[in-house]
């Protein structure tokens, strides 16, 4: 996990330091002047992208420093892009989310991707439209309801196809680019009665910059756009070869290393009624290091460093930068997940299971009342799976 989230905040430096991502955010605000549609694409498509890629946060950091290069109080950045990020956070950074609870439950993989498939994308039609009931009130949202029905569904279809026919990892990638392409050709045809090109007095605060509410339309060539997008369509790529299972398959036969924890493997065993038959737990971590989609992020960011002008010494430099940018956030991950596994090998998370299992048809409430809870206390959906998906199982 921190190897994909380390990596992905390495690409977004090296396109940040050479200004390509000032590029990238001015050829976004030239899609519509409209701040509903704006918001609509950087908060809901844009970061769907990059909830794919990274998720743990990223989007949210990201989208709401662009939206506010716009102009967004950073109340509204922060607070809109939050609920933007409603939709895609289960199949977050390539699927570590469902990932994660298949591996501490022991459920298939697939059939858990498939039955979230068949759910979540209901709820990614409601989203756009909520977040933009929140942003504006009721009536200026059904000003641009064509808008959001076409961002709203081109994300749905596509993350309830590859998560019930492929399985989890390009869920968000695939599902926020095509988002992204439907929501930009929509937009060249279609164009709000009365468009919005300035803030709402309720989500205004005395910390925004006091700036012209029409931008004029910033002329940067096509050549510039270009490569300002190209990184993130490197990392495109190579994210789709890192999610196709075959690629991974022959990655692991490359070179796989397993370690048995001592002292923990085969030391633990589960007994009836938490199982059917008693068995011994494994503890064995796999050093999957090609297969590892963050070692596909990497190389992406490398390319896209190199296609940049980067140098081998300026690559160092600002991947040592990125590392030590985030290390506080990389050994609150750690921590969160060693937790999840220490109920897990130490039996609470069964001895809490099977408590809440006596509330009968209550359970459905206590249910979601624990999802809520492990993931306010995590700060993370992957951790809350890892800390309560064993108990929500049993």
Known sequence: IGWIILNVIFLYQLTNEKGEFDVLQRNIRNISDDRRLQLLFIAFSFGAFFEGAAGFGTPVAVTAAMLIGLGFSPLAASGLSLIANTAPVAYGALGTPVIALAAVTGLDLHELSGMIGRQLPF??????????????????????????????????????????????????VVAAVVSMVSLALFLRVWRPARPMTEAPRDWSSKDVVDEPHEHPKDLDSRQAVFKAWLPWVILSVFVFLWGVPQIKAMLDGIWIAKFPVAGLDNL???????????????????????????????????????????????????????????????????????????????????????????????????????????????????????????????
Request: proline share 5%; hydrophobic share 55%; with cysteine.
């Open 123 to 172: 709820f990614s039609m409601i989203v756009p439209f909520w977040l933009i009931w929140a942003f504006v009130g009721f009536r200026r949202m059904l000003e641009v309801w064509p808008a959001l029905l076409v961002a709203g569904l081109s994300f749905a279809i596509p993350q309830y196809v590859i998560s019930n026919f492929h399985g989890p990892w390009l869920v968000d």
């Open 268 to 394: 633990v065993q589960k007994m009836p009624p938490v199982v059917a038959e008693p068995h011994l737990e494994a503890a064995v971590f796999n050093l999957n290091l090609l297969s590892a989609t963050g070692t596909g992020i990497f190389l992406a960011a490398i390319v896209a460093g190199l296609v940049l002008g980067y140098g081998p010494a300026a690559l160092v430099r600002l991947y040592g930068k990125t590392l030590y940018l985030i290390r506080y956030s990389l050994l609150t991950i750690a921590c969160m997940l060693a937790l999840g596994y220490v109920t897990r090998y130490s039996g609470t998370d069964a001895t809490m299971g099977l408590a809440f299992a006596q509330a009968g048809w209550f359970y459905p409430l206590f249910g979601t009342l624990l999802g809520w809870l492990g993931v306010a206390v995590t700060g993370s959906d992957t951790a809350s799976n890892v800390l309560f998906g064993g108990l929500q199982k049993i």
